[in-house]
């Protein structure tokens, strides 16, 4: 027995001495097999970055006519109604009972000398004491009712709209504009901006008649049935809407979302999108967000007066680090949160007016009124009465979902060109900013834009003389 085992290892001996001489040989080989790999994974990356950053993608088809109503009733009513606010007797009294109870829990006070735990207790306080004795339902809602309103069914869905027609027209053409607002908006933030837009004012040979609709789901138009009503999808919705009233072609405004949806409408339909101006003109794309990244080597290189607005972007992180946790919410689980937020008048009024506090300048979180006493209570308070009174705010959040579900036809929408003459305006605090370069690669016709030393996200709400202003300037250079 023994002999044999040392046979067995002078096997395996003379085994591995030939493996040494192959491993060698091997080696070599080797070599040209990794960096062939290396070289393959390169020109692959390379494939995926141009395939997916820089390469012009298709203007995909979209159904024009996707049936968003209920599947029983396939029957449209064409007509235009007229439609008025009504804040409810028996809403009142629900949020009378409501409040009795919030008034008797026992109230969370905030902690000493801060306020960027969330909403400050006393703020919180000085909302819910406006909203129970100087808010007056049947005056604000009669005040609501000053402009027209009205209602019609759009590919299965009622949907509301604004519509006011200027009254003096001698000498002037009269242009039709589309209104866009975002989230946690409606149309409530364009009451003061449509009056500057309707008259006429020297050396502009044109006035606007305006048009504001709510978006599919915001407050007084229908919510979807279906899954998919995101942002191109509305922009489809909202030029038929125009078409109904009669307008092949107008001018769109938007911010928020209203700027995405209004840069939808520019990329599917550009002869009928006249001009587009933007509140928060910014680019979507994976290239845009990566050059701006990269830009923090050198801010001034990449954004130069822009610089300091943009720049450390280590702080923009962090901003949107602490203050995006909102968005993660109500991307995944917007339905949940709903509910939890149509239970509460006082928790919906908070939720909706902290973002008007933060996104209007986000140095209010370090102040302790959160710069609420910058803003006129009634106004924001009509805002959240338009998603109470409908029960709106869940079917609104559901934007921020289907929003992400079709996130990557929202970046090939990105990256196609419009031809559409397009106008940006940044005011000093808004959450995202891009240079003027960077702009141009979706909006290659970009006539101009303006830097505002003041403002914030909410730009129509906030600085109606300086954004009609600027509109009329837009619309004007689109001319010439
Ligand atoms: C707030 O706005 C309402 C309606 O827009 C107005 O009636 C009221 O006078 C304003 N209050 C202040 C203090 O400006
Ligand atoms: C952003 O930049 C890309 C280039 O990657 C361009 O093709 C695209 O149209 C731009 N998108 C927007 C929304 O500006």
Redesign the pocket.
């Known amino acids: 027995m023994p002999p044999k085992k040392k046979e067995k290892k002078a096997k395996e001996v003379n085994e591995t001495t030939k493996n040494d001489k192959n491993t060698k040989k091997s080696n070599f080989s080797c070599c040209k097999i990794v960096s062939a790999i290396v070289a393959v994974a390169v020109a692959v990356l390379f494939y995926k970055f141009y395939n997916s950053y820089l390469v012009t993608p298709e203007l995909p088809k979209f159904d024009l006519n996707v049936w968003w109503g209920s599947s029983s009733t396939k029957t449209q009513d064409k007509s235009i109604r007229p439609f008025r606010i009504v804040f409810t007797d028996s809403m009142q009294e629900n949020l009378r009972r409501k409040f009795e109870a919030e008034r008797r829990a026992t109230a969370t006070k905030s902690l000493e000398e801060t306020s960027h735990f969330g909403m400050n207790s006393d703020v919180v306080g000085q909302i819910f004491a406006h909203w129970r004795f100087k808010y007056k339902y049947g005056r604000r809602a009669n ?1 609501l009712n000053k402009l027209n309103h009205y209602k019609t069914n759009i590919q299965g869905l009622d949907i509301h709209f604004i519509r006011v027609e200027p009254e003096n027209t001698k000498n002037v053409k009269v242009l039709p504009i589309l209104l866009l607002h975002g989230w946690p908006s409606s149309v409530r933030d364009f009451y003061d901006i449509i009056p500057l837009l309707t008259t006429p004012r020297p050396n502009y040979d044109f006035v606007f008649e305006v048009i504001v609709p709510s978006l599919p789901g915001f407050t007084f138009s229908q919510a979807s049935r279906k899954p998919g009503l995101t942002t191109y999808q509305m922009a489809i919705i909202l030029r038929n809407l125009m078409e109904r009233i009669g307008h092949k072609q107008f001018y769109v405004h938007g911010g928020d979302f209203g700027h995405i949806i209004g840069s939808h409408m520019a990329t599917l339909f550009p002869d009928q999108v006249l001009g587009f101006h933007s509140s928060t003109p910014i680019n979507l794309s994976k290239l845009a967000h990566l050059t701006i990244m990269l830009g923090s080597i050198c801010p001034k290189c990449i954004a130069k007066d822009l610089a300091d607005r943009i720049y450390p972007y280590s702080d923009k992180l962090k901003f949107y680090l602490d203050e995006s946790g909102y968005l993660h919410l109500q991307s995944t689980k917007p339905d949940t949160l709903g509910i939890v937020l149509q239970d509460s008048p006082l928790g919906l009024g908070v939720y909706i007016i902290e973002k008007y506090l933060l996104f209007t300048n986000p140095a209010n979180k370090y102040t302790l009124d959160g710069g609420l006493n910058a803003f ?4 924001l308070l009509d805002n959240v009465l338009m998603y109470w009174s409908t029960g709106s705010i869940t079917t609104s959040l559901r934007l921020f979902k289907e929003f992400i579900n079709n996130y990557e036809m929202e970046e090939t929408l990105a990256r196609i060109p419009t031809s559409v003459p397009t106008w940006g305006l940044r005011t000093k605090h808004d959450i995202i900013q891009q240079p003027d370069f960077i702009l141009r690669w979706k909006y290659p016709n970009l006539v101009g834009t303006t830097n505002l030393d003041d403002g914030g996200h909410f730009a129509a709400f906030e600085k109606p003389v300086e954004v009609s202003d600027d509109i009329f300037k837009a619309v004007k250079s689109f001319f010439s």
Do not use: I, V
Request: overall charge negative; glycine content about 0%; charged content about 40%.
């Open positions: 005040e006129n209570n009634t106004d």
